[in-house]
């Protein structure tokens, strides 16, 4: 869960209106606009967000097989969330107090085709710097859900990765994570799992994924959030 010991009054239909093309007047007579800020306020897990955010911009690593003086590539971060409503309200939480951040949300309501150039930003190797890299336009933060970009997706022009929740079935989160932590990946990954200790049914499947063996048990920080 995103809402921190508030009950969720939003709903599908609170989605609506393209985010990676909205202009900061529409963004401001959105639906949700009135209430980011108390969302987001009281969020532990939101606090954790811009936290590695700003982290993730300051990083600069060289990648491997990038030469050296051939500059440093720009670090990319994915946000999987299990629900789009939660995605949603994350998007619009970072354009409304990160409005530099260039970000892209990408949900099941956006056709094939389009979430392949959607996700084109994040699936460029990383051996060497492209024109596409120096574009300022260029998206640093792709936000979607674990059912659509889970599985099948390499996504290794992005080394940092949050999963917002737990899901009830480890296998997900394991492949999410497997779209960066993969081979041709030339970056140290930063793989975050975060849960609410407040939230039983959080901490319960947390638990019961603690209880089985893990595949990424070196590379995955696990992070309760109060």
Same mark, same amino acid.
């Given at each position: 869960m995103l809402l921190q010991g508030q009950p969720c009054r939003f709903r599908a239909e609170d989605i609506k209106g393209n985010l990676n093309t909205m202009s900061h007047t529409d963004l401001r007579n959105h639906t949700l606009?009135?209430?980011?800020? #108390?969302?987001? #306020?009281?969020?532990?897990?939101?606090?954790?967000?811009r936290e590695k955010i700003k982290e993730m911009l300051e990083d600069d690593e060289?990648?491997?097989?990038?030469?050296?003086? /051939?500059?440093?590539? /720009?670090r990319k971060m994915i946000i999987f969330t299990l629900s789009p409503v939660t995605a949603f309200l994350i998007a619009l939480i970072l354009r409304k107090g990160l409005p530099t951040l260039r970000q892209t949300l990408v949900l099941a309501t956006d056709a094939p085709a389009k979430r392949g150039s959607l996700y084109a930003p994040f699936c460029r190797m990383t051996d060497e710097e492209l024109l596409e890299d120096r574009d300022p336009h260029d998206p640093q933060l792709l936000i979607t859900t674990a059912r659509i970009a889970g599985e099948g997706l390499n996504l290794i022009r992005a080394n940092y990765v949050i999963m917002t929740e737990p899901a009830f079935a480890k296998q997900v989160e394991d492949q999410a994570f497997r779209r960066v932590h993969r081979y041709g990946q030339q970056a140290t990954t930063h793989l975050f799992s975060l849960y609410c200790t407040w939230n039983p049914a959080e901490v319960i499947v947390r638990s019961r994924q603690d209880a089985r063996s893990r595949l990424l048990d070196e590379s995955i920080w696990t992070l309760p959030v109060r």
């Open positions: 606009w009135p209430y980011l800020d #108390a969302i987001g #306020a009281g969020s532990s897990k939101m606090d954790f967000i060289q990648h491997k097989d990038v030469g050296e003086g /051939r500059g440093t590539l /720009r």
